[in-house]
């Protein structure tokens, strides 16, 4: 029997059993229902635009929005060992200090402030470029900045003269301005969990990892988590864990696992015909998600990456990537962006932008006249709507009900248009003028902020940055302690980005391995004084 159970491969999870394994005297094992991370195009960054659908995601929709006109939006989590840090665009953000000095000033996570979360950032960061008192150089994760093509060049000087000054790395504790992403590649490969801290720890004897398989429930017994059941060559098989069973599955995942065990709002598990383990109303409640809009511009001719969607550019492309390492495969698409004001009342930044020298790289967004397009999108880094996660069944094949609730409060809606309306500007600066013939997308449909706000709800869509369904706080209406303990169940922690009280001001990738690197420490400690069951 392991003394760890890990549940879910993603970023925390790949942390967690790497971390945990270091000590030969427990063992651990972790478990993830998708493949193997095998994939090539996991590993090539400007892969990540294949990834939004296909065998490596849950298949995941939105309940019908509200706010959005009844739609839903495509909604793609991870199903691969290493979870979102094998998908993602690689953009590499943390979120500002006041984010983390937030959770626990007004959340109550005491120990979480920026200056106790920094040595975890900088524990988990190999960066190639910068070092010093915010960022780590020896750690397993590795990030380093691309190579910028001329038309990211050309917005990042754009965004100068639309008046946000040039900021060379947002992760020193300043995120206004604009400027280029640092990004989690090394060496033109993508720098996922999975192969920064899992890959390394795969010959310790004390670590067992198995893929493809389903965890059922976890096994609580006499108010103590025990083991978990499994799915394996359609065989139901309990395995039990001496020490600690602990969640990493994700924001969805997560609080998924937890309902179909028994542990949620107990009026709908009992509606959903499951046995209630323990009662614990906040599960699947708070989720906060970014809510993308995007605007287009036709370019004024093959000034973008837009050409490498005909084959022979494709071809051209992937035999520079094989051969050199290098060329538009080896960029994440998105090397540029900024964080500026929508509301000045907020004392930092509110909106975040992404730079894309092509149009129709990420799932949704459509192509331009003419075939050479670029994307400026946006959305407001510290979302007032609440959504949740409920079960569709007590069958742990089906998925969930995934409501966002976006734009349910109309402080959102107001912040995305400012976010629309910002990139407009960009756009239309001198910097662009020879490359860019026209905006496509509102373009003359959207004549002032009523319009926008029309635009805003038609075409609004997940940045897919899910978190809080599982939240940690210093009360009893949290679902885990600020030891990622959970309220009322013992030997059961949850480790992931599930926990987040509030959303940060960016991509969440970087804090999910932050939690996951702080999570290894708290065990261990705990381990020191707890004996195995």
């Known amino acids: 029997m392991p003394d760890y159970i890990i549940v879910g491969g993603g970023s925390a999870g790949c942390v967690l059993a790497a971390r945990l394994s270091e000590d030969q005297d427990v063992t651990v094992a972790l478990i993830e229902a998708g493949p193997p991370d095998r994939n090539m195009f996991i590993h090539m960054p400007a892969g990540f635009s294949r990834m939004t659908a296909g065998p490596l995601i849950w298949g995941y929709e ?17 199903r691969v060992l290493g979870g979102g840090s094998s998908i993602n665009a690689q953009v590499f953000t ?16 005491t120990g979480w402030s920026y200056a106790d979360v920094l040595p975890y950032f900088r524990r988990s960061e190999g960066n190639d470029t910068f070092g010093g008192e915010h960022h780590g150089t020896e750690g397993p994760l590795g990030v380093s900045f691309q190579t910028p093509h001329p038309l990211t060049r050309a917005f990042v000087r754009a ?10 790395d947002f992760n020193a504790g300043r995120q206004e301005g604009c400027g280029y992403y640092q990004t989690t590649t090394r060496e033109g490969r993508r720098s996922s969990a999975a192969v920064g801290y899992l890959r390394p720890a795969l010959g310790r004897a004390n670590l067992k990892v198995t893929t493809g398989v389903l965890v059922k429930r976890i096994v609580v017994k006499g108010g103590r988590a025990i083991g978990v ?43 959903t015909g499951i046995e209630v383990a323990h009662d614990a109303p906040e599960v699947g409640r708070n989720l906060q998600d970014h809510m993308d809009v995007d605007v287009l511009a036709e370019l004024s001719g093959p000034h973008g990456i837009d050409r490498y969607k005909k084959r022979r550019w494709q071809l051209a492309a992937g035999l520079e990537y094989l051969l050199f390492g290098k060329g538009p495969a080896a960029s994440n698409l998105v090397e ?13 930044p ?32 510290r979302p007032r709507s609440r959504g949740s996660v409920t079960l569709k069944s007590a069958d742990p094949r089906d998925a969930p009900v995934i409501d966002p609730n976006a734009f349910s409060e109309p402080y959102d809606l107001d ?6 309306m910002i990139s407009r500007e960009i756009l239309a600066q001198p910097a662009f003028r020879s490359l860019i013939r026209s905006e496509y997308l509102p373009g003359d449909r959207v004549k002032n902020r009523a319009d926008a706000l029309d635009f805003a709800r038609q075409y609004g869509r997940s940045a897919y940055h899910p978190v809080g369904t599982c939240r940690m706080g210093g009360s009893a209406q949290a679902v885990v302690d600020p030891q990622l303990r959970l309220n009322g169940i013992e030997a059961l922690r949850v480790c992931d ?13 970087a804090a999910t391995i932050m939690i996951a690197e702080k999570a290894a420490d708290l065990i261990r400690e705990a381990g020191k004084t707890t004996p195995p069951s």
């Not at 540029?336 to 930092?348: H, I, L, P, S, V």
Request: aromatic share 6%; glycine share 16%.
């Open 415 to 420: 912040r995305a248009v400012d976010g629309i």
């Open 159 to 168: 965004a100068q003269e639309a008046g946000l000054p040039y900021n060379a």
């Open 94 to 109: 943390r979120g500002c200090p006041a984010d983390y000095d937030g959770w626990e000033a007004e959340e109550g996570c």
């Open 497 to 509: 980005s599930s926990v987040m009280p509030r959303l940060i001001s960016s991509n969440t990738n």
């Open 336 to 348: 540029a962006g900024g964080f500026w004001w929508g509301d000045r009342a907020e004392k930092t």
């Open 62 to 78: 939105t309940a019908p929005g509200r706010e959005i006109g009844g739609r839903r939006m495509v909604y793609p989590q991870a």
């Open 229 to 271: 059941e499994i799915v394996e060559n359609g065989r139901t098989t309990l395995v039990h864990a001496d020490r600690e069973v602990i969640v990493t599955a994700g924001a969805i995942g997560s609080p998924k696992l937890l309902m179909l065990s028994g542990i949620g709002p107990a009026a709908h598990l009992k509606e």
């Open 350 to 381: 509110d909106i975040q932008f992404h730079f894309l020298p092509g149009a129709g790289v990420e799932e949704g967004i459509g192509t331009v006249p003419g075939g050479n397009g670029c994307t400026l999108n946006s959305y407001h880094v």
